[in-house]
């Protein structure tokens, strides 16, 4: 489901900044930024669809920040609630979010998921991909 939820300045606000965040690879911040965005379209009682969607974008945030931080059953945790909120890449809950390509970003966070998911197998080595790479291309925010 897709669809442009109107959102005021302060939300359009905390949208752009969160993105600069996560594009600049502070993903705790990103993750501060969305959060207050999230409040906002609760206390407005927005659809579920936009409520949920900046709550999967909160939580790749926090997927990449215990990626960095080596924390392999968090990055499994917050991994199911991701794609419980927006899906997978085969099965996309939604294409877009404003204006955030989701299928990207899901895209994009599986070698993550997959390399913590590694860790303990043989021959692995976990932990060399660099979560900074990991962008949010707007244009448009």
């Not at 409040?39 to 409520?51: D, P, R, T």
Request: net charge negative; glycine share 6%.
């Amino acid at each position: 489901m897709d669809g442009a939820n109107p959102l005021s300045e302060q939300q359009r606000e905390w949208l752009k900044s969160g993105i600069a965040e996560f594009d600049s690879g502070r993903f705790w911040h990103a993750h501060e930024d969305w959060e207050e965005l999230w409040k906002s379209l609760k206390a407005e009682q927005s659809e579920e669809h936009f409520i949920l969607g900046i709550q999967g974008m909160i939580q790749c945030a926090a997927l990449l920040f215990q990626y960095e931080r080596q924390n392999p059953r968090g990055v499994a945790n917050m991994w199911s609630k991701v794609t419980e909120k927006l899906g997978t890449p085969e099965a996309v809950k939604m294409n877009q979010l404003w204006t955030v390509d989701v299928n990207r970003l899901l895209t994009d966070l599986i070698p993550f998921v997959a390399d913590a998911a590694s860790e303990g197998q043989p021959n692995s080595d976990p932990w060399g991909l660099d979560a900074t790479s990991v962008k949010i291309v707007d244009n448009r925010v």
